[in-house]
Nanobody
Framework: VQLQASGGGLVQAGDSLRLSCAAS????????MGWFRQAPGKEREFVAA????????YYTDSVKGRFTISRDNAKNTVYLQMNSLKPEDTAAYYC??????????????????WGQGTLVTVSS
């Protein structure tokens, strides 16, 4: 599967953005999908993931209550709605497909098919 993230931009603290990740392939609806981010000089960090059926999600603690992951399997797209953005949310955001790993994993090593990221910059 090939992934392409979009929707990033420059916003002010407190603003909202919605990221999209479009996937190619016919088996999108069988994959657990995740969002990660990577700030300059830092390691890639897990943000959120969603089950193939859309029923279940989990988040890293720092975005709980502010970010929402969702997906539309008919459109082969996964979304990340980001509200109440903070300067520390500034990063390149990537979507990825989870491999054969346990539900709840936050390790980048358990995800693959990394798409090109989309840059989110939050000014204070």
């Amino acid at each position: 599967v090939q992934l392409q993230a979009s929707g990033g931009g420059l916003v002010q603290a407190g603003d909202s953005l919605r990221l999209s990740c479009a996937a190619s392939g016919r088996t999108f609806n069988t994959y657990v999908m995740g969002w990660f981010r990577q700030a300059p000089g830092k390691e890639r960090e897990f943000v959120a993931a969603i089950s193939a059926s859309t029923t279940y999600t989990y988040y890293t603690d720092s975005v709980k209550g502010r970010f929402t992951i969702s997906r539309d399997n008919a459109k082969n797209t996964v979304y990340l709605q980001m509200n109440s953005l903070k300067p520390e949310d500034t990063a390149a955001y990537y979507c990825a497909v989870r491999g054969a790993a346990r539900w709840g994993t936050q390790s980048p090593a358990d995800f693959g098919s990394w798409g090109q990221g989309t840059l989110v910059t939050v000014s204070s």
